[in-house]
C-alpha cells in the first residue's frame, strides 16, 4: 500500500558520538496530528533535526520516506523543497533583515507566491500587527512572538508535513488556543503534522490522532489520548 506522508523506519541516529535515536518507527500521514512527547532529551528534538537532514545527526540505520520516496540522504534545503517544514523550539537570531521582506523572499525562491497582503493576512492569523512586517527578523522579539512568526511562515508555505517543536513554549494561553487551531485546520486541509511537546493542556485542545511516547531515545508507548491521563498521574516511569 502507497503511504501518503511521512514514514520513520527504524531509525538508529548518533550525534557527536553518542547514540540519540534507536531503532525509531513512526508515520505521520496526510491530514493526521501525531503528538510526539517524551521526558527531557528523550530525543525528540534529535528527530525533528534527523528528519529536516541536519549534518550532525548521522543515520546509522534505517530510512525516512516521504510518499514512499526515500529522502534519508537528500539535503535539508531538498527536503525543504519537496515539503518538508520544521518550526523550531530556539528559532534563531538573525539581524538586519525585516520580516516583510524574509517572507517575501523565501516564499518567491520557494515558488510560492505571496503578496505583502498575504504575508500581512498570515501574519494576522497568528496575531501579529502589520507592525511586525517592518522589525528586524526575530531580533527583541519575545519568545512567544517568534513561535507566531514561525507558524506563519507554515502559513505561507504549505508544507506537507510539518513538524512543530515545542510550538506552545512561550505562548500565552489564548496563543495556545490559537495555534492549536490553526494547526488543526492545517491538519483539515490535508497537512500531516508531528507536534513535539511537554504541554498537556495544549495536548488535550489539539487532539491529536495518535500520541506516541519516547524515552532514552526509543518509542516506548504508541497510543491515544488517554496515554496522558497515565502519564499525568504517574510520570513517564508509569509507562515502563
Ligand atoms: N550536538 C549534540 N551533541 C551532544 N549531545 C547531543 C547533541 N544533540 C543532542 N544531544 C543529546 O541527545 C539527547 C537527546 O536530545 P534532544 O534534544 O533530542 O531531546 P528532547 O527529547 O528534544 O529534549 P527536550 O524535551 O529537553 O527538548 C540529549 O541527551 C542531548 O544532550
Do not use: C, W
Amino acid at each position: 500500500m502507497e503511504n501518503t506522508g511521512l514514514r520513520i523506519e527504524k531509525l538508529t541516529v548518533s550525534v557527536a558520538s553518542r547514540k540519540v535515536l534507536k531503532d525509531v518507527s513512526l508515520d505521520v500521514s496526510k491530514g493526521e496530528v501525531v503528538a510526539l512527547i517524551g521526558p527531557n532529551g528523550s530525543g525528540k528534538t534529535s528527530l525533528a533535526f534527523t528528519v529536516m537532514g541536519h549534518p550532525n545527526y548521522k543515520v546509522e540505520n534505517g530510512r525516512i520516506l516521504l510518499h514512499g520516496e526515500d529522502i534519508t540522504s537528500l539535503k535539508p534545503h531538498e527536503r525543504a523543497y519537496k515539503g518538508i517544514f520544521l518550526v523550531f523550539q530556539s528559532p534563531p537570531d538573525i539581524g538586519g533583515l525585516p520580516v516583510g521582506m524574509f517572507l517575501q523572499e523565501m516564499t518567491t525562491k520557494r515558488g510560492i507566491e505571496a503578496s505583502i497582503n498575504d504575508i500581512n493576512n498570515a501574519l494576522l492569523e497568528v496575531g501579529l500587527s502589520d507592525h511586525y512586517l517592518s522589525r528586524n527578523l526575530y531580533e527583541g522579539f519575545s519568545g512567544g512572538e517568534k513561535k507566531r512568526l514561525e507558524f506563519a511562515q507554515a502559513l505561507l508555505f504549505k508544507p506537507q508535513i510539518l513538524i512543530l517543536d515545542e510550538l506552545d513554549s512561550g505562548l500565552d494561553i489564548e496563543g495556545v488556543r490559537l495555534l492549536t487551531g490553526k494547526t488543526r485546520e492545517l491538519a483539515g486541509s490535508g497537512v500531516g503534522v508531528l507536534y513535539i511537546s511537554h504541554n498537556i493542556a495544549a495536548l488535550r485542545l489539539l487532539r491529536p490522532n495518535r500520541v506516541v511516547v519516547m524515552m532514552n531515545g526509543g518509542v516506548v508507548a504508541v497510543d491515544g489520548l488517554e496515554i496522558l491521563d497515565v502519564i499525568e498521574e504517574k510520570g513517564y516511569q508509569g509507562l515502563v
